[in-house]
């Protein structure tokens, strides 16, 4: 990274050198300073997306990819994709040479403005040890989302706002709102998708190979709030969750004064639950947070609480890997160890606690 920066840096001190010279023809100065502005372009990619290479997936089989695309009937018609219906586009990744019906479902739903591809450095290694991995883009909410007619669709300017509006903010019950509001979108998606999976409606190749009794929800931050949301209403349906970084948002059952009041009910299903230094030491500052801090307290084993250090919120995904500088500024600086080290302790945890919950 230094070596690029400082690539960049002479890149642009050329530039500025040229633009003040006279000794140069016009025509070949012209030449020489738009060579160096294309320097300058080049070098910044280099500085804004170095593409890290990623960890190497450590199971024994070979991996297959694959895009599905699922609809279902929506009355939300602003989220509504083709008609009155709502199409989720997924990627897929399996093992090659599968078996029907023998092979883990690890069903996963990205943060906001996130794509399938997001923790793709996870699911290749899962992957590669025998699971069917399914991620979810969520048309308006995902980056962009490419739909099965070719259409691209970006994030929705409204929910982009809104997301942004609530970082920090102290209206209570307009983030209340807002987050069942999103939340209800991504739980309709994960059950709309799950539903057709294990149905094998839409006739996807790799459907046939998932084992319906060993099913494992995930997602990260909303998308993870969404998995949990899903989880607690079809609990007897899933083996366990694997959460990163994610408040239990539909466990909040109402307001008082400056926080929120949970359902005393526990949770009915294993977590693991993966934390960076965005959160971990405030959780309890965050009313949000206060049933992860409950389960966190627990004595129950089945609720497993990590802590990645030298690692950001957006740094628990492979977002660090493509463009680091850019993650490092909306994490706030947080991201100080090398990229790969924070995704293989993450893949860590989540061999061990599957081996253990998902057996």
Do not use: C
Not at 64 to 82: C, G, K, P, R
Not at 226 to 250: D, H, N, S, T, Y
Not at 344 to 350: K, P
Request: no cysteine.
């Amino acid at each position: 990274m230094i070596i690029r920066l400082s690539g960049f840096f002479l890149a642009v001190a050329l530039f500025v050198f040229l633009i003040f010279q006279t000794k140069f023809r016009r025509w070949k100065k012209a030449g020489l300073v738009f060579a160096s502005f294309i320097l300058i372009i080049f070098m910044a990619l280099k500085v804004l997306f170095p593409l890290t290479p990623a960890p190497q997936p450590t199971g024994t089989y070979d991996i297959l990819t694959e895009e599905a695309f699922y609809q279902y009937v929506t009355d939300n018609s602003e989220m509504a994709t083709h008609g009155n219906k709502r199409e989720v586009p997924v990627k897929v990744w399996f093992p090659k040479n599968s078996q029907p019906q023998t092979h883990p479902l690890f069903l996963f739903s990205p943060g906001s403005f996130g794509i399938a591809e997001s923790n793709e450095t996870l699911f290749l290694e899962l992957a590669s040890r025998g699971y069917v991995v399914v991620s979810l883009n969520h048309p308006y909410h995902s980056f962009r989302s490419k739909m099965s007619d070719g259409r691209k669709i970006g994030a929705d300017r409204e929910f982009i706002k809104s997301a942004m509006s609530s970082q920090g903010s102290k209206d209570l019950l307009g983030n209340l709102v807002s987050l069942r509001t999103w939340s209800e979108v991504r739980v309709d998606d994960i059950n709309a998708v799950l539903n057709q999976v294990l149905d094998s409606q839409a006739g996807y190749n790799y459907e046939q190979y998932i084992d319906s009794e060993r099913i494992v929800l995930s997602g990260h931050s909303l998308g993870g709030s969404a998995a949990l949301a899903v989880g607690r209403e079809r609990p007897e349906e899933f083996q366990a969750l694997v959460i990163l970084e994610a408040p239990f948002a539909a466990d909040i059952e109402g307001i008082d004064g400056d926080r929120y009041v949970f359902t005393d009910e526990l949770y009915p299903l294993p977590v693991l639950h993966i934390y960076s230094d965005s959160l971990y030491t405030k959780l309890e500052d965050i009313t949000t947070y206060e049933m992860n801090v409950r389960l966190m307290r627990s004595d129950n084993p089945m609720y497993v609480n990590k802590h990645i250090s030298g690692a950001g919120h957006i740094g628990l995904t492979d977002m660090i890997l493509v463009t680091p500088v850019l993650t490092n500024l909306i994490d706030g600086g947080l991201n100080t160890r090398h990229a790969p080290e924070t995704l293989l302790e993450l893949n860590g945890y989540v061999i061990e606690f599957l081996n253990e919950y998902n057996k």
